[in-house]
């Protein structure tokens, strides 16, 4: 039987399977932070159960963590608390912890790839939703809830229902400043935000070939975004040569063995999925949202649709938008680069490159925030610290930082952020706070003008 | 666990579609490092204004509206992978999620929680919504093991595989029965690539 890049990853991991139920998965990877993991290894100790396989759980602190002074002890108490029980809890089991400080510290999804950790064929979760990130190796990849995470503490395997496939084809050449980040957007504005419930996807084309691995990880984090477990890209030279050499990367004869077995991980000619969709590269352009999902999103020069929905209708309510307006002119005093979506070292090089020589708005609060230590060194190592600063913009530490606003990192009420996260749910970024998602380089042009402007239209000076 | 099987209860309703789980319970309540007390939260930026103060327009809030159903529109948990949208919800006194379409991750939460979603059609779940909203004391009766919800003359069937059926009613969770495993996951590793 002809087979996707889906089914061979997944028929490769199951262990068994139940007659008229879910199958047993053997999970390879498990990623914990310190939010959802707490109550997980409670349940552990409740149930006097051991973690199975400690050595395959990688634990690192970021969604709760400062992004400034770091080298201080935590000022809230229950984000210390949390980050306490991390410590404990991986100290006592023996788990590999990337704690605040650490060179390997940092967003959950940046920390595993730059480390080598995700590898493709693998199958990989985490207490996140934003796991589908590692999709872009070809590996499975998905969040769970916390009571799988003690699950796969218990038994390294996971009781699930094998999902439908999809695949979304996007051929053709991409724009001038269009970037993964539209890709993505455009891709859930146009098929919705419930499209990929109960299915993994896969992105094919020429133009998820041709992308960076951290272009596809752009991509592939936001696959939930459409209700999707995760999204997978099949891997090339691209992802071996992006894996090679990194610290937790097969070595010398055992990566050969190993490209080798990954080269058979692509889909059959003629597998069947069951949804199919086709995108023209010539189509999208640099995009944004307006509304309270990452579903409600617009090219850059389209005017924010006008049809009657109540749902539509209660989302502008909230953002304080207009049918049929622009976005063009819209004043923003925030701007958020960071998150796991974009905080890799090319979101920070085409945002140094965009305001190279420029100044930042005055009424502009930016925050960028880098994914890792290691995304902190590399951009300290390429300068653009410097091109930053002179420009009028200050790095921050890195974490989770503004894209859920656990930490002290918030958008303030009624504010609106151009982010380049991955949520503009009501109050994600803070109480009351108006996310606009948009690429690093939307962003970048945002904190620049201290408006939204059109990336594609040359800054003319204001008369 | 609880075991569950069938129960009748009247029912709030929530018709808003693509209901988030940070509107379920937003992040900055994410901290508390066990399962108890989310419910006190819950809807939280819904429940209460900006000032602290009760919005008496939000449904939760209506002295009208009783019950251990939550009905609510399309799309209902989507977003975050967060357990505590399902730990706040079954704190609060929910045991059944109604809807016509529910989020993967939350659907899964829900169930090792032992909260039941069910999922009916569009039609249903209008008339349902529009029976509660016209009665508050409309009775909604849910049979677990016919896998039927019925209300006044409205009687539809839901789906839910087999093996969590049993969870439910038995109350069961997984990890027993990957415990209860453990041998064969052995056996696997003995043979797998990574």
Same mark, same amino acid.
């Given at each position: 039987?002809?087979?996707?890049?889906?089914?061979?990853?997944?028929?490769?991991? *199951?262990?068994?399977?139940?007659?008229?139920?879910?199958?047993?998965?053997?999970?390879?990877?498990?990623?914990?932070?310190?939010?959802?993991?707490?109550?997980?290894?409670?349940?552990?100790?409740?149930?006097?159960?051991?973690?199975?396989?400690?050595?395959?759980?990688?634990?690192?602190?970021?969604?709760?963590?400062?992004?400034?002074?770091?080298?201080?002890?935590?000022?809230?108490?229950?984000?210390?608390?949390?980050?306490?029980?991390?410590?404990?809890?991986?100290?006592?089991?023996?788990?590999?912890?990337?704690?605040?400080?650490?060179?390997?510290?940092?967003? *959950?999804?940046?920390? !595993?790839?730059?480390?080598?950790?995700?590898?493709?064929?693998?199958?990989?979760?985490?207490?996140?939703?934003?796991?589908?990130?590692?999709?872009?190796?070809?590996? #499975?990849?998905?969040?769970?809830?916390?009571?799988?995470?003690?699950?796969?503490?218990?038994?390294?395997?996971?009781?699930?229902?094998?999902?439908?496939?999809?695949?979304?084809?996007?051929?053709?050449?991409?724009?001038?400043?269009?970037?993964?980040?539209?890709?993505?957007? =455009?891709?859930?504005?146009?098929?919705?935000?419930?499209?990929?419930?109960?299915?993994?996807?896969?992105?094919?084309?020429?133009?998820?070939?041709?992308?960076?691995?951290?272009? +596809?990880?752009?991509?592939?984090?936001?696959?939930?975004?459409?209700?999707?477990?995760?999204?997978?890209?099949?891997?090339?030279?691209?992802?071996? %040569? =992006?894996?090679?050499?990194?610290?937790?990367?097969?070595?010398? /004869?055992?990566?050969?063995?190993?490209?080798?077995?990954?080269?058979?991980?692509?889909?059959?000619?003629?597998?069947?999925?069951?949804?199919? =969709?086709?995108?023209?590269?010539?189509?999208?352009?640099?995009?944004?949202?307006?509304?309270?999902?990452?579903?409600?999103?617009?090219?850059?020069?389209?005017?924010?649709?006008?049809?009657?929905?109540?749902?539509?209708?209660?989302?502008?309510?909230?953002?304080?938008?207009?049918?049929?307006?622009?976005? #063009?002119?819209?004043?923003?005093?925030?701007?958020?680069?960071?998150?796991?979506?974009?905080? +890799?070292?090319?979101?920070?090089?085409?945002?140094?490159?965009?305001?190279?020589?420029?100044?930042?708005?005055?009424?502009? %609060?930016?925050?960028?925030?880098?994914?890792?230590?290691?995304?902190?060194?590399?951009?300290?190592?390429?300068?653009?610290?410097?091109?930053?600063?002179?420009?009028?913009?200050?790095?921050?530490?890195?974490?989770?930082?503004?894209?859920?606003?656990? %930490?002290?990192?918030?958008?303030?009420?009624?504010? =609106?952020? *151009?982010? /380049?996260?991955?949520?503009?749910?009501?109050? +994600?970024?803070?109480?009351?706070?108006?996310?606009?998602?948009?690429?690093?380089?939307?962003?970048?042009?945002? !904190? #620049?003008?201290?408006? #939204?402007?059109?990336? %594609?239209?040359?800054?003319?000076?204001?008369? | 666990?609880?075991?569950?099987?069938?129960?009748?209860?009247?029912?709030?309703?929530?018709?808003?579609?693509?209901?988030?789980?940070?509107?379920?319970?937003?992040?900055?309540?994410?901290?508390?490092?066990?399962?108890?007390?989310?419910?006190?939260?819950?809807?939280?930026?819904?429940?209460?204004?900006?000032?602290?103060?009760?919005?008496?327009?939000?449904?939760?809030?209506?002295?009208?509206?009783?019950?251990?159903?939550?009905?609510?529109?399309?799309?209902?948990?989507?977003? $975050? $992978?967060?357990?505590?949208?399902?730990?706040?919800?079954?704190?609060?006194?929910?045991?059944?999620?109604?809807?016509?379409?529910?989020?993967?991750?939350?659907?899964?939460?829900?169930?090792?929680?032992?909260?039941?979603?069910?999922?009916?059609?569009?039609?249903?779940?209008?008339?349902?919504?529009?029976?509660?909203?016209?009665?508050?004391?409309?009775?909604?009766?849910?049979?677990?093991?016919?896998?039927?919800?019925?209300?006044?003359?409205?009687?539809?069937?839901?789906?839910?595989?087999?093996?969590?059926?049993?969870?439910?009613?038995?109350?069961?969770?997984?990890?027993?029965?990957?415990?209860?495993?453990?041998?064969?996951?052995?056996?696997?590793?003995?043979?797998?690539?990574?």
């Amino acid at each position: 039987m002809k087979k996707t890049l889906f089914d061979k990853v997944w028929d490769t991991h *199951v262990v068994d399977s139940i007659p008229d139920g879910p199958q047993i998965l053997y999970i390879d990877k498990h990623l914990i932070h310190e939010v959802t993991s707490p109550q997980a290894f409670n349940e552990l100790k409740k149930r006097n159960i051991p973690v199975f396989r400690p050595q395959q759980i990688v634990a690192t602190a970021d969604h709760n963590t400062p992004t400034e002074n770091q080298h201080l002890p935590v000022k809230d108490e229950l984000s210390r608390n949390q980050l306490q029980q991390l410590q404990q809890n991986c100290d006592e089991h023996n788990i590999e912890l990337y704690a605040l400080g650490h060179q390997y510290n940092g967003i *959950v999804h940046v920390m !595993a790839p730059e480390l080598g950790i995700t590898q493709p064929g693998m199958t990989l979760v985490c207490g996140d939703s934003h796991t589908s990130t590692h999709g872009a190796f070809g590996a #499975i990849a998905f969040g769970i809830g916390t009571s799988q995470v003690a699950q796969v503490f218990a038994s390294q395997s996971l009781l699930l229902t094998k999902p439908k496939k999809m695949r979304i084809t996007v051929n053709g050449s991409l724009q001038k400043n269009v970037l993964p980040k539209d890709v993505i957007l =455009y891709i859930i504005s146009q098929l919705g935000t419930d499209s990929g419930t109960e299915h993994f996807i896969e992105f094919a084309g020429d133009v998820f070939e041709n992308m960076s691995m951290e272009g +596809r990880m752009t991509v592939c984090n936001m696959s939930i975004e459409m209700g999707a477990r995760g999204g997978m890209i099949a891997p090339d030279e691209t992802t071996f %040569n =992006y894996i090679k050499g990194r610290k937790f990367a097969p070595k010398g /004869t055992d990566f050969d063995t190993k490209v080798a077995y990954w080269k058979t991980l692509q889909s059959d000619a003629g597998a069947e999925f069951d949804k199919e =969709y086709f995108f023209d590269a010539a189509d999208i352009s640099p995009m944004i949202t307006f509304g309270t999902n990452p579903g409600m999103g617009i090219s850059l020069n389209e005017h924010i649709p006008s049809k009657n929905d109540a749902n539509l209708e209660k989302s502008l309510q909230y953002m304080n938008f207009e049918k049929g307006a622009s976005l #063009i002119g819209q004043k923003v005093n925030y701007v958020f680069i960071g998150s796991c979506t974009n905080s +890799r070292i090319e979101d920070f090089r085409v945002a140094a490159n965009y305001v190279k020589g420029k100044q930042k708005a005055p009424n502009i %609060n930016a925050w960028l925030v880098p994914g890792s230590q290691l995304v902190v060194k590399q951009i300290e190592e390429e300068g653009l610290d410097k091109i930053f600063e002179a420009a009028g913009f200050k790095l921050r530490q890195p974490g989770c930082s503004a894209c859920l606003a656990m %930490n002290d990192d918030k958008i303030p009420d009624g504010e =609106y952020c *151009v982010s /380049t996260s991955n949520r503009n749910f009501e109050g +994600r970024q803070g109480q009351g706070s108006r996310t606009l998602l948009a690429s690093p380089l939307v962003a970048a042009a945002t !904190a #620049i003008a201290g408006k #939204i402007v059109d990336v %594609n239209v040359p800054i003319l000076e204001e008369v | 666990m609880s075991t569950f099987n069938t129960f009748k209860s009247t029912a709030y309703p929530l018709p808003v579609e693509n209901i988030d789980t940070d509107q379920i319970i937003p992040a900055r309540f994410l901290k508390a490092t066990n399962r108890e007390g989310f419910g006190e939260n819950l809807f939280r930026d819904w429940r209460f204004r900006k000032d602290g103060s009760v919005n008496s327009e939000f449904v939760l809030n209506q002295e009208k509206y009783s019950g251990s159903i939550l009905v609510a529109g399309h799309n209902f948990g989507c977003g $975050s $992978s967060r357990e505590h949208a399902a730990w706040a919800l079954k704190d609060f006194g929910f045991n059944v999620i109604v809807s016509s379409f529910f989020a993967d991750i939350f659907k899964g939460n829900a169930l090792n929680n032992h909260v039941l979603p069910i999922q009916v059609s569009p039609e249903f779940l209008t008339k349902l919504l529009q029976s509660i909203q016209k009665n508050p004391n409309t009775q909604i009766e849910v049979n677990l093991e016919a896998q039927t919800i019925a209300f006044e003359d409205e009687k539809a069937s839901f789906e839910i595989n087999s093996y969590k059926k049993m969870c439910l009613q038995k109350g069961y969770d997984d990890i027993d029965f990957l415990v209860s495993n453990l041998s064969k996951i052995e056996a696997f590793e003995q043979q797998h690539i990574y």
